[in-house]
Nanobody, 120 residues
Framework: QVQLVESGGGLVQPGGSLRLSCTVI????????MGWYRQAPGKQRELVAT???????NYADSVKGRFTISRDHAKNTVYLQMNNLRPEDTAVYYC??????????????WGQGTQVTVSS
């Protein structure tokens, strides 16, 4: 059995920081890309940041310079450091990963989501 386990969401004031983490759990053979998406109420899910197994990164324009995605390959974990948070960053943040066990591929696999609320 495989799963993505997320943590780190919560309530923070504008200008504050949070760090999200997401770990791929199970008998994992290889993790390819990992990333974060978010969905605010009444809006579509959107890309926040992604990173490949080679270390390339991609960010939404709205978070560039404020958010940093990083990865611990040994732990099959991806992090999202979020600084200078704004009320418009409020959303449910979802982890996404492409990975495989020795017998099964899991493309586009989603975590359960973690709530981030930015409010004074």
């Amino acid at each position: 059995q495989v799963q993505l386990v997320e943590s780190g969401g919560g309530l923070v004031q504008p200008g504050g920081s949070l760090r999200l983490s997401c770990t791929v759990i199970g008998s994992i053979f290889k993790v390819y890309s990992m990333g974060w998406y978010r969905q605010a109420p009444g809006k579509q899910r959107e890309l926040v940041a992604t990173t490949t197994s080679e270390g390339s990164t991609n960010y939404a324009d709205s978070v560039k310079g404020r958010f940093t995605i990083s990865r611990d390959h040994a732990k099959n974990t991806v992090y999202l450091q979020m600084n200078n948070l704004r009320p418009e960053d409020t959303a449910v943040y979802y982890c996404n990963a492409d990975f495989s066990t020795r017998t099964v591929d899991y493309p586009n696999y989603w975590g359960q989501g973690t709530q981030v609320t930015v409010s004074s």
